[in-house]
């Protein structure tokens, strides 16, 4: 039986050849972990994330504030250019060829566990590429809280990009405010025009299958402030 599927263009071996030069490459970050040293009741890598985060620690009976001295970020910058020139090579290489009615969008996530999430920062350092060069028709951003930072690196999308804007969060079950929601999107037309703007939720209610601490009820209403919002900007 034939399944109707046309390969315009065959890049499978461009990006697994991309991928393959990646695992061939060892970054080596951290300290292993181990037992208490001899001379104190932490183990090198308890002593290591202390100096990398800075902490406020109890010694000898005084309490003594340590700053952040992040030294085992010189590793990930070390080998950073070559891996990001690799990531970018094999995923430029997924995304050509593609017909010219299929619609690819590409979505940036802090982390979306139980209501939790693992990482925050603006958009600012990933703008120069995600924004202005990847080879997608729209954007998902999260910008749900003060996480996400600013909507100044909208300015470096590309004309060809739309962008939607995940200003409802799905971490909780309490309604954001229509009004500010109508704000933050008028805020957000300052970089870019109102009509490649588009609203959405900040993310899935369930990206791993406990979901998010939201009832199936209160998803929807998450949804029908979306859809009031957008038939209210983009009438």
């Not at 990847?134 to 909507?151: H, I, K, M, Q």
């Not at 995940?166 to 405010?177: D, N, R, W």
Request: charged residues 25%; aromatic residues 6%.
């Amino acid at each position: 039986m034939k399944s109707g599927l046309t390969i315009r263009e065959d890049n499978y071996s461009v990006v697994l050849d991309a991928l393959k030069q990646l695992s061939g490459t060892d970054v080596l970050v951290g300290i292993p972990a181990g037992p208490p040293r001899d001379d104190a009741p932490l183990s090198n890598a308890e002593l290591g994330y202390l100096q990398s985060t800075g902490a406020t620690v109890e010694i000898d009976g005084e309490t003594v504030t340590l700053p952040p001295r992040p030294f085992l970020d010189m590793g990930i910058e070390d080998s950073r250019d070559k891996t990001t020139e690799r990531l970018k090579l094999a995923a430029q290489s997924a995304l050509e060829g593609k017909a010219d009615d299929m619609v690819i969008t590409s979505h940036i996530c802090r982390g979306n566990y139980h209501s939790t999430f693992f990482s925050s920062g603006g958009y600012a350092p990933v703008a120069d590429y995600v924004f202005a060069q990847e080879n997608v028709d729209a954007l998902f951003l999260e910008y749900d809280d003060e996480r996400s930072g600013d909507f100044a690196p909208l300015a470096k999308v590309s004309s060809d990009k739309q962008v939607v804007l995940g200003l409802i969060t799905t971490k909780s079950p309490k309604l954001e405010s229509k009004e500010a929601v109508i704000a933050r999107i008028n805020e957000a037309a300052k970089y870019i025009p109102i009509e490649r703007l588009c609203l959405s939720p900040q993310c899935g209610f369930a990206s791993c299958e406990i979901g998010n601490k939201l009832t199936e009820d209160e998803q929807w209403a998450k949804l029908e402030l979306v859809k009031e919002i957008a038939e209210e900007v983009w009438k």
